[in-house]
């Protein structure tokens, strides 16, 4: 699957060595772009040839400015931005506990800074850094992936307040970078074949799901679309934009939307 121009671009994917950031990365290192991928494990996760990886901990913002400064030094500018790091997954059994889809009053405090150091702050911290590259080159794209745990309650409230802080993060990002033509959009993926839902593939319906490399193409085809800036700001459904631009899954199959009903 080609996509005009990504050949020449410079594309970054945070927490690119798993999940749905592997996926991303794995498609358009396909496309001939330069992929830069990172994560705490980069320098020793099994990645392909067409990736250069780039260890980082992304709540460390002396670790996260020398991954743009690398960048601008090899190529003085960055094109896409995919804002795949996330934290608060972790731990999900804790003291014994499966936490996950407990009450806010029963959550352990920690999950509430995972989410927000390793998430909300590392997609702002990473998005004003691209900023600076973006801007002066009156071009980019910015995705931060979010869900849909940011418009109705899904698994805990901690899940919700960080989903919904990366959506106004995209809204108001998006009205400062206008004017500069630099899009930023949310993304929300449906239910994607990760390393961790595959684990648990005999106890889930995975008849509507979707690879994590269905992403890449999506937010490839975004990248691409010289009408971008009209869609900046907004919440996209990964599934409803593959519609639109008429992509399968490396399957085949088209994976039918979610909705606020549906999810």
């Known amino acids: 699957m080609s996509n005009p121009g990504l050949e020449r671009s410079v594309v970054l994917v945070t927490g690119g060595t798993r999940g749905v950031g592997r996926g991303v990365a794995d498609h358009f290192a396909t496309t001939g772009a ?26 460390d913002d002396a670790e996260s400015a020398a991954v743009f400064e690398r960048i601008a030094a090899d190529h003085g500018r ?12 972790e731990r999900m059994v804790d003291a014994g506990q499966f936490t996950w889809g407990l009450p806010f009053w029963q959550q352990p405090f920690w999950r509430w800074d ?6 909300v702050r590392a997609n702002f911290v990473s998005s004003a850094l691209a900023a600076r590259a973006m801007v002066p080159q009156r071009s980019g794209l910015i995705v931060n992936i979010s869900f849909w745990a ?3 309650h899904i698994a805990n409230a901690l899940y919700g307040v960080s989903k919904a802080a990366t959506d106004k993060l995209t809204a108001d990002t998006a009205h400062e970078l ?18 961790k839902v595959m684990e648990a ?12 490399q269905f992403i890449g193409r999506v937010i490839a085809a975004l990248a691409s679309d ?6 900046s700001g907004e919440v996209l459904v990964a599934a409803a934009e593959a519609a639109r631009y008429n992509l399968t899954d490396i399957d085949g199959k088209r994976p039918t939307p979610l909705t606020l009903t549906t999810v």
């Open 34 to 59: 330069t992929v830069y991928v990172t994560g705490r494990t980069a320098g020793e996760a099994p990645l392909s040839s067409g990736f250069i990886p780039i260890a980082c901990d992304h709540t």
């Open 226 to 231: 010289t009408e971008i800036m009209r869609r």
């Open 201 to 212: 593939a005999a106890y889930l319906d995975l008849s509507n799901s979707e690879s994590p």
């Open 114 to 119: 995972a989410m927000f150091a390793a998430g």
């Open 78 to 89: 960055l094109d896409v931005l995919v804002n795949s790091v996330w934290g608060g997954y």
């Open 150 to 152: 940011a418009q109705k």
């Open 178 to 195: 206008r004017e500069h033509d630099v899009a930023v959009v949310s993304l929300y993926p449906g239910m994607v074949r990760t390393e």
